[in-house]
């Protein structure tokens, strides 16, 4: 079985790129004074907010940091405020866990690349020596279930379907028979891109979660958000609004290799306090790593 954990780094590094030449880079100039004017603070806040860090965050990150900076340098107090806005993780957490099948539920609004994600997530877990099957539980779009069949038959799974504008929830119940009577490892389950104003289809959602209940009793599916990274504050507020409605456990995080306010990461944890578990970094099958925080951090300052 492949193990990502080691090359997940060395990914990310190339996947921020643009973070680490954009807002990054001034900030490290300006950090990387041997004392730091009261009157440069300002511009470290501008930096992070031009990094999507959002203005009241960055506020309260210099807010901590100058004090800190008794003890220590200007980086080492801006880096320890960054990170404690992160989310905790498990240790060893892994998508596909002991119960088997594990059930993961990939949402969002249209455009985000989430029939991507789960294609590059079947992948992923195959590769690693996984039995999958999708579930394709966006029937609102006929385009939806061709678009992830091709991706089940790149990534080498199968998939359960139905006829376009069939019960999303009977597409699922199926999926999770079909599971069970191969000896999958997980079903990861498309659904519709749903705007967070539409109540109706967060419903959907609801009802969605009850059939897995009912079906796997006691099965607590992960429910993965994904996110353009180039959406900005924008997606964080569709994010908030998911996670109010139905209860995210992680985000996926996609293009974050086209943007250079990398920020936002900071952002969509520290409001949500959900982690972000996986990154996109390009357009190909195996460009989605499993989003390291602290190697993330130290990549960020690291100069170019």
């Known amino acids: 079985m492949a193990d990502d954990r080691a090359t997940a780094p060395a990914e990310l590094e190339a996947g921020l790129r643009r973070s680490r030449g954009g807002f990054m880079a001034r900030l490290r100039d300006i950090l990387g004074q ?32 100058r004090p800190r900076t008794v003890q220590g340098t200007a980086t080492e107090a801006v880096t320890r405020e960054l990170g404690a806005l992160l989310a905790p993780r498990e240790p060893g957490w892994r998508l596909v866990g002991v119960a088997r099948p594990a059930v993961v539920l990939v949402v969002g609004v249209n455009g985000t690349g989430k029939t991507t994600t789960i294609g590059k997530l079947a992948h992923r877990e195959r590769r690693t020596g996984h039995r999958v099957v999708l579930a394709a539980a966006d029937t609102f779009r006929a385009a939806a279930i061709e678009q992830l069949a091709a991706w089940a038959e790149r990534a080498g799974v199968e998939m359960v379907a139905h006829a376009p504008g069939a019960d999303p929830g009977a597409v699922v119940f199926d999926a999770l028979d079909a599971a069970v009577a191969r000896g999958a490892d997980v079903v990861i389950a498309d659904t519709a ?77 520290e409001r949500l306090g959900v982690p972000v578990r996986f990154a996109g970094l390009g357009e190909g099958i195996d460009d989605l790593v499993e989003f390291d925080p602290r190697a993330f951090l130290d990549k960020l300052f690291e100069a170019t």
């Not at 041997?34 to 860090?53: K, S, T, Y």
């Open 34 to 65: 041997e004392v730091l004017p009261a009157e440069d603070w300002a511009e470290v806040e501008e930096a992070l907010i031009a990094g999507d860090v959002g203005a009241a965050l960055a506020m309260r990150v210099v807010e901590r940091a």
């Open 193 to 269: 891109g749903r705007l967070h104003t539409k109540t109706n289809l967060m419903d959907e959602l609801a009802k969605i979660r009850r059939i897995i209940d009912r079906r796997l009793p006691g099965t607590i599916p992960e429910t993965l958000f994904v996110l353009d990274a180039t959406t900005g504050q924008n997606g964080l507020n569709q994010a908030a609004a998911f996670h109010e409605a139905v209860g995210l456990t992680g985000i996926v995080l996609t293009k974050l290799d086209s943007t250079a306010r990398g920020g936002i990461v900071f952002a969509i944890e």
